[in-house]
Each structure stands twice: as structure tokens, then as C-alpha cells.
């Protein structure tokens, strides 16, 4: 009986049409589910609403159909709205599927903070060294997420999780502190356990090893070895100019990092050596999609 010019995206219809039956035009979408509605619309005089979807383009409807009154208060045929939520729906679809992914890290987030609040009480001797190692590692923990956050989909990358750890205890780079490798970067998870790792190296460095001294120097160094069949991340920490170093008398929450969960969460293997000029801790860490966002070396 008459269209607005805007139907015409979703119906094929010219001036023409105006008079032929609905039944004989062709459309975009399937119209021919709205019949029945129509039909029981002008039957129960009640409105009638559905989503209907564009199969070439996946466009989406939201489609009204109400009673038509005359000026007469006569039912003349039925009026239909369609009111395309495209852009509302994929929008409410994103928001889902934002909220998940929130609900899943928070879930991780809290899952790391109760191992770290654990391993730390196993592992300290008094309230007063339990809450400094705690602070410590949630700082640490704290500052990874921070990177993660600035970046979610590009990783995270190994040089700021040295600096960055560095930073928190003054050691100022070129001074105290040298660090020089290849553009490497964690995938999120990843990054977590090797913060940790660099916070306890550093920790160590600080209080027992070449930070605590104005004369000690840290080299850090990381290269990717290539020679091997699926290659590998290096990853040297060497310490020099510091008190003499010993093997600790127990396994530390530190050590228990180092040397299982690195080998645990990353495949990671951890070889500690306590020489007289200074700790040296090599990581060697396989390079895979899991644990690395780039490069990646896989096949």
C-alpha cells in the first residue's frame, strides 16, 4: 500500500509496486516468516515483533509489525518496522565477550596473588619477612600486569620487564646495571612467571649479591640460539664485583621459582652457578607460541 524509501535496502521495490500482493516482490532477508505474524496481528489486533538476519550480508533486523487504524478507526492492513540492531548487536556481543575475558584474568589474577601469598609464608621465617617478600612480589606482579595492560594483544616485551624490575630498586642502567638482547616478547601469562623470576634475581642481587655493594656491576644479556632443532631463548644473569656468593642453605620461594616453575610453566631449564666473582643464573626457554608472542620460530 506505500513504503518509505529506506525499505528499499531490505525489499526490491519500485512506485509500481504499490497495489501488487507483499507475496510477489523479492527480498534481501526471509519475509516470508513475518506472514503468519501478519496474519495474526490482523486477527488479534495485538503487535508482533521477531529478528530476522540478511543472509548476503548478515545484517540484522529488528522487525514490528502493529495493526493499521484508518482516520475511520477502520483496520486497514498492518503496519512493519525494520530496525536494523546490527551494530547494537555485535556491540552487546563484544561486551559479552569482554566481560569473560575479564572474569577469566580476574580469575587468574587472583590464582597467582594466593600461590604467591602461600609460597611466600612456606618460605619465610617471621610476619616481618613474610610481608616484605609478600609486597615485593605483588609489586612486582602489579608492574607486569601494567605492561600487559598498555598492549594486550602485542605481548609483552622482555627488555621493560628487566628495566622495569631494575627501576623499582633504583639500579640505574649503564651505572650499576648493563642489559642488551634482541626485541623478545612474552605472551601475558609468560611474562608473569618470568617478572617473578627477574624480581627474585633481583631481590637477591640487592640484598645478598653485587647491588649491595657500590662497586658490583649486573651484565644481563639474552640472545635467541638458533642452532638447535626447536630453538631457544638465552637468557644470562651475571653478577660481578659483590660479596662472595654461596648456595643457599634451603630452597627458597625464589629458587622453587627458578628452577621448577620456570621449568614447569615455560619449559624453561635453570642453571644456577655460585662462583666466587658472582651468582650466574642461565635460562634457557624454548621458543613456542605459547610462551612468546615474537619472534616466533615454530616449524
Known amino acids: 500500500m506505500n513504503f518509505t524509501p529506506a525499505i528499499t535496502q531490505i525489499l526490491h521495490l519500485v512506485e509500481t509496486d504499490?497495489?501488487?500482493p507483499i507475496a510477489h516482490i523479492k527480498a534481501r532477508i526471509p519475509i516470508e516468516e513475518l506472514?503468519?505474524?501478519?496474519?495474526?496481528?490482523?486477527r488479534t489486533l495485538a503487535s508482533a515483533e521477531r529478528e530476522l538476519t540478511a543472509p548476503d550480508s548478515g545484517t540484522r533486523y529488528i522487525?514490528?509489525?502493529?495493526?493499521?487504524r484508518s482516520i475511520d478507526n477502520f483496520i486497514a492492513g498492518v503496519v512493519i518496522n525494520f530496525i536494523d540492531v546490527t551494530a547494537?548487536?555485535?556491540?552487546?556481543e563484544r561486551q559479552r565477550l569482554l566481560l569473560a575475558e575479564l572474569q577469566h584474568r580476574v580469575r587468574n589474577t587472583l590464582g597467582v596473588v594466593r600461590s604467591?601469598?602461600?609460597?611466600?609464608?612456606?618460605?619465610?621465617?617471621?610476619?616481618?619477612?613474610?610481608?616484605?617478600?609478600?609486597?615485593?612480589?605483588?609489586?612486582?606482579?602489579?608492574?607486569?600486569?601494567?605492561?600487559?595492560?598498555?598492549?594486550?594483544?602485542?605481548?609483552?616485551?622482555?627488555?621493560?620487564?628487566?628495566?622495569?624490575e631494575l627501576l623499582a630498586y633504583n639500579a640505574r642502567e649503564g651505572e650499576q646495571v648493563r642489559a642488551s638482547g634482541p626485541a623478545i616478547r612474552f605472551q601475558p601469562k609468560a611474562a608473569e612467571t618470568f617478572a617473578l623470576a627477574i624480581h627474585e634475581l633481583a631481590t637477591n642481587a640487592l640484598n645478598y649479591g653485587a647491588l649491595s655493594q657500590p662497586g658490583g656491576r649486573l651484565e644481563?644479556?639474552?640472545?635467541?640460539?638458533?642452532?638447535?632443532?626447536?630453538?631457544?631463548?638465552?637468557?644470562?644473569w651475571r653478577e660481578r664485583g659483590g660479596?662472595?656468593?654461596?648456595?643457599?642453605p634451603r630452597s627458597g620461594f625464589g629458587t622453587e621459582l627458578l628452577e621448577r616453575s620456570l621449568a614447569f610453566e615455560l619449559k624453561g631449564q635453570t642453571t644456577m652457578s655460585f662462583n666466587a666473582s658472582g651468582l650466574m643464573c642461565l635460562i634457557a626457554i624454548p621458543l613456542t607460541k605459547r610462551t612468546f608472542h615474537t619472534p616466533s620460530m615454530e616449524g
Do not use: C, K, M
Not at 35 to 42: A, I, P, S
Not at 243 to 248: E, G, M
Open 18 to 20: 504499490v497495489g501488487r
Open 35 to 42: 506472514y503468519d505474524d501478519v496474519r495474526r496481528v490482523l
Open 63 to 68: 522487525v514490528r509489525i502493529l495493526p493499521y
Open 88 to 92: 547494537i548487536t555485535r556491540a552487546e
Open 116 to 164: 604467591i601469598a602461600r609460597r611466600s609464608a612456606d618460605t619465610s621465617s617471621t610476619v616481618e619477612e613474610y610481608a616484605a617478600h609478600l609486597d615485593g612480589r605483588l609489586n612486582a606482579f602489579a608492574r607486569t600486569q601494567a605492561l600487559v595492560t598498555r598492549d594486550p594483544e602485542g605481548g609483552v616485551d622482555l627488555e621493560y620487564l628487566v628495566i622495569e
Open 220 to 236: 644481563i644479556s639474552w640472545r635467541i640460539d638458533g642452532a638447535i632443532e626447536l630453538p631457544q631463548l638465552l637468557f644470562e
Open 243 to 248: 660479596p662472595a656468593v654461596t648456595p643457599p
